[in-house]
């Protein structure tokens, strides 16, 4: 639960593939013959931003031209929600979703001020799903609602179903960010997939900056639900249901596998399915103005594959080009001849991660005095190989056999020259009376330092101020994350951190290791709470991390039930992969100052961006073994190397 005031962006939603498949599924609750819908979808890079701050009554307010100085500001009571809901216009979404959330949750009420907002209005990227979103996460993350992404999607649906629009369930897409999502509509039943890109895609969307009657084809082709009465009606059904599944599964292999020109003859074959067998249902789905760019001889040069947007007609149009090149001059076409303009989204695959941090800066209070005598990093442990090393050295060898090429140590104000002697050669005479196989591991120590940037924490302001001093280190890219004073064994063949590395190509977000612990060590960690997302149990979904809460807290909150039924808790396991989503959230929190027992904590930033990037939670196979507890550190010393 937050009392601050936090920053939220929600984007809009680009339907890649199904359109109109979501409403067409909910019919399976009157004729089961009808086929499953199915859609593929994605954030776009366009959205809204916005602060909120808990409030008496809910209040939106911008000082954006579009608003013209409007602003809802109603008390927390459903009713007179419901009503502004009911009303219509762009405030009855949010007044739909705050209905929504009073009823069913015990909160009070919120002030959410839109700061900026570069998606465009009814051009069929749903920004009334969007703001919907916004509101469901503002109220989930200040009243701490614990509320996954799916319970976000639903409290918007729900809200939404609220104003006059009536809109589809693959909007609430967005809540997922900018990710493509495969999404399955059964009737009410709601079921939703991410999925990680094999390879770079570039999209450019673009505004037909013309019109369609919305409202007109929704009714057009309802009229052909829940039973067709006849072949025109049959063909819509077809279109919507097997058809639409078919190209769907295909898109999902295109996007997964990486093939850009498979996908983009997908694009031009369900447009042109979508034409022939629904189009006649609908004056409206002739879009001359949509047909008449996806016909553009120049247009067509250009790109791989083009369709049309959210309800089809002369709304929007997406293309998917080859490269950035492509893209450019397709946006410069588009904009200088035809008049349109448009927007980019490029979806990219699970990056890898090639730069690690480890903070070594603390005081080492806990195992002073011999922290006096050599830093936590430097403490001995025997290897797994028989030799006596510094920790430091372990975590080293590992993270370059996980395929980490930058390592950054933050370290404290003149402990650098200490650190560079460490990494030195080794003086000669020592060297002839080695072993050959320590003189082989002399030559690696010095080959570490060629991996090695130092960062200097002046001022000792806790774990997240010396993370985010890596910032300018990381440069925009996913870090892994160590801490000083933890060395892992795996207890597969493949390495903690190679375990932790393949989580986060597989999800895409920011993502925590945990490990399970018992209910009356949790006072001593970082506990994280979720859902899991596999069968196995490996992979959570987080929807709130608490830094070393109570154990009553801990035991009505916090714990997490398996398939069997059993109430686990897991504490964080010490590697973490970090993207600048994370480091963008530590400069408002050190910007703010939102210092927490007089330091800047690394879970309170990754607790704010769960509900805008998203966190994962990831249970490798392996164990930690503790350096900055006496107790702990005997039995590292007795347990590691076996």
């Given at each position: 639960m937050s009392d601050h005031k936090i920053s939220l962006f929600v984007p809009g939603r680009l339907c890649l593939f199904g359109e109109h498949s979501d409403w067409a599924g909910v019919y399976r609750t009157i004729n089961s013959d009808i086929e499953i819908g199915e859609a593929v979808v994605t954030g776009v890079e366009q959205g809204i931003y916005a602060t909120a701050e808990k409030a008496e009554n809910f209040i939106v307010e911008s000082s954006l031209g579009m608003y013209h100085g409007e602003k809802i500001d109603c008390p927390m009571d459903t009713a007179k929600l419901k009503e502004i809901a009911q009303d219509g216009g762009f405030f009855s979404y949010v007044a739909g979703t705050a209905s929504y959330i009073n009823e069913n949750y015990s909160v009070g009420g919120v002030r959410i001020t839109v700061t900026d907002m570069d998606l465009p209005v009814r051009s069929g990227l749903s920004s009334s799903a969007a703001i919907c979103i916004l509101v469901a996460r503002a109220f989930n993350q200040l009243y701490g609602l614990k509320m996954s992404i799916k319970g976000e999607m639903q409290a918007a649906y729900?809200?939404?179903?609220?104003?006059?629009?009536?809109?589809?369930?693959?909007?609430?897409?967005?809540?997922?960010?900018?990710?493509?999502?495969?999404?399955?509509?059964?009737?009410?039943?709601?079921?939703?997939?991410?999925?990680?890109?094999?390879?770079?895609?570039?999209?450019?969307?673009?505004?037909?900056?013309?019109?369609?009657?919305?409202?007109?084809?929704?009714?057009?082709?309802?009229?052909?639900?829940?039973?067709?009465?006849?072949?025109?009606?049959?063909?819509?059904?077809?279109?919507?249901?097997?058809?639409?599944?078919?190209?769907?599964?295909?898109?999902?292999?295109?996007?997964?596998?990486?093939?850009?020109?498979?996908?983009?003859?997908?694009?031009?074959?369900?447009?042109?399915?979508?034409?022939?067998?629904?189009?006649?249902?609908?004056?409206?789905?002739?879009?001359?103005?949509?047909?008449?760019?996806?016909?553009?001889?120049?247009?067509?040069?250009?790109?791989?594959?083009?369709?049309?947007?959210?309800?089809?007609?002369?709304?929007?149009?997406q293309f998917l080009v080859k490269d950035r090149e492509a893209s450019d001059e397709l946006q410069k076409y588009l904009l200088e001849k035809l008049g349109m303009p448009s927007y980019t989204l490029t979806l990219t695959p699970g990056q890898l991660v090639k730069r690690a941090v480890i903070p070594l800066a603390g005081y080492g209070t806990r195992v002073f005095p011999a922290t006096k005598a050599m830093k936590k990093g430097m403490m001995p442990v025997v290897d797994t190989d028989g030799m006596l090393k510094p920790s430091l050295f372990i975590m080293i060898e590992h993270l370059l056999e996980a395929g980490i090429d930058e390592i950054a140590l933050v370290i404290g104000e003149n402990e650098r020259e200490e650190y560079e002697h460490l990494f030195a050669p080794i003086d000669e005479g020592l060297r002839h009376r080695l072993p050959k196989e320590k003189r082989d591991y002399a030559d690696m120590i010095e080959r570490f330092s060629n991996h090695i940037t130092y960062i200097v924490q002046y001022e000792k302001l806790g774990f997240g101020h010396a993370v985010w001093l890596t910032k300018e280190f990381a440069d925009g890219a996913p870090v892994l994350l160590l801490l000083g004073d933890f060395l892992y064994r795996s207890d597969t063949t493949e390495l903690c951190c190679t375990q932790v590395i393949n989580a986060y190509r597989q999800t895409g977000r920011p993502l925590v290791s945990v490990a399970e612990t018992p209910l009356n060590e949790v006072g001593h960690y970082g506990i994280v709470h979720g859902q899991w997302k596999d069968t196995a149990e490996t992979l959570m979904e987080v929807d709130s991390i608490v830094e070393k809460p109570t154990d009553d807290y801990a035991g009505e909150y916090l714990g997490v039930m398996n398939s069997r039924k059993e109430k686990k808790y897991y504490k964080v396991f010490g590697q973490y992969v970090l993207t600048k989503e994370v480091y963008e959230e530590l400069d408002r929190e050190i910007s703010e100052g939102r210092l927490r027992n007089g330091e800047f904590q690394l879970t309170d930033a990754l607790d704010a961006i769960r509900n805008t990037a998203g966190l994962s939670a990831f249970r490798p196979a392996g164990r930690s073994f503790d350096l900055g507890l006496p107790e702990k550190y005997r039995s590292t010393v007795w347990g590691y190397p076996e």
């Open positions: 729900r809200g939404e179903q609220r104003t006059p629009s009536r809109c589809g369930r693959l909007d609430q897409a967005c809540a997922y960010g900018v990710k493509p999502v495969r999404m399955i509509f059964d009737g009410v039943e709601i079921d939703s997939e991410e999925l990680l890109p094999g390879a770079v895609f570039h999209w450019v969307i673009a505004d037909l900056m013309a019109s369609k009657d919305t409202i007109r084809i929704l009714a057009d082709m309802n009229r052909c639900y829940p039973f067709a009465q006849n072949e025109r009606e049959k063909l819509v059904q077809e279109a919507l249901g097997k058809d639409n599944r078919r190209i769907c599964a295909e898109a999902v292999r295109a996007i997964t596998g990486g093939d850009s020109e498979k996908l983009g003859e997908l694009m031009n074959l369900w447009q042109e399915n979508f034409d022939r067998k629904v189009m006649p249902v609908c004056d409206e789905l002739k879009g001359p103005v949509l047909h008449s760019v996806l016909n553009d001889p120049k247009v067509r040069e250009l790109t791989l594959g083009a369709k049309g947007v959210g309800s089809q007609g002369d709304g929007s149009v």
